[in-house]
């Protein structure tokens, strides 16, 4: 991690350097849905794990990740209305003499692609740093975390009067996470939102 800006904040600056990184991972998928785009039926299972420290390198952790989601839809009370739940863990453990962990490892939470009604990286620890130009300004940077679940409850419903080959959909979901440091051996200022639930349609 290089070129800071004058206001990264002091997490980021203490990270900032050069490291090398030699890791293997492993990814297991166990997917029974109807379709991958727009299921109505089925469940989907997906197991990551990740191991660095292989051959060399400076930086040694385990990280897990797993992720699960269940797809329903009731045709008596409306064919093309499709129910999905879903939730998304994961874990990274440290295996550095010093206890930390490097942010560029570390998991992120929140944002359209992740979850959505959050800003990029909203959810979890965050740093701050003051700094000036012509005046004083508060700036925030996301700093990653070790242990984290999101969750999420959609209901997609057809748009009314529309052919049914359509793919256009609307939908109403609720969303959830948390985003929490375990070992990261250093001191942040200004830790904030470290859990959030928002409700959008």
Request: net charge positive; with cysteine; hydrophobic share 40%.
């Amino acid at each position: 991690m290089g070129s800071l800006s004058k206001s990264a904040s002091p997490s980021i600056v203490a990270s900032a350097g050069d490291s090398i990184k030699n890791a293997f991972s492993h990814t297991i998928v166990h997917d029974k849905r109807d379709d991958p785009y727009l299921p109505s039926e089925g469940y989907r299972l997906k197991s990551i794990q990740e191991y660095a420290g292989i051959g060399g390198g400076d930086v040694r952790y385990l990280k897990a990740t797993g992720e699960a989601q269940y797809i329903k839809t009731f045709p008596k009370l409306s064919p093309r209305t499709h129910f999905i739940c879903g939730v998304k863990t994961g874990l990274l453990w440290t295996l550095e003499k010093n206890g930390n962990t490097r942010i560029t490892d570390r998991f992120f939470v929140g944002g359209p692609a992740d979850v959505r009604g959050f800003k990029e990286f909203g959810i979890g620890p965050k740093d701050g740093c003051m700094f000036s130009f012509d005046a004083w300004l508060m700036v925030v940077n996301a700093v990653g975390g070790e242990a984290f679940i999101s969750y999420s409850a959609t209901a997609m419903f057809p748009v009314p009067n529309a052919p049914p080959h359509w793919p256009l959909r609307f939908q109403l979901f609720a969303n959830g996470g948390a985003l929490l440091p375990v070992n990261q051996g250093m001191r942040l200022r200004g830790l904030a939102n470290f859990s959030e639930f928002r409700f959008n349609s």
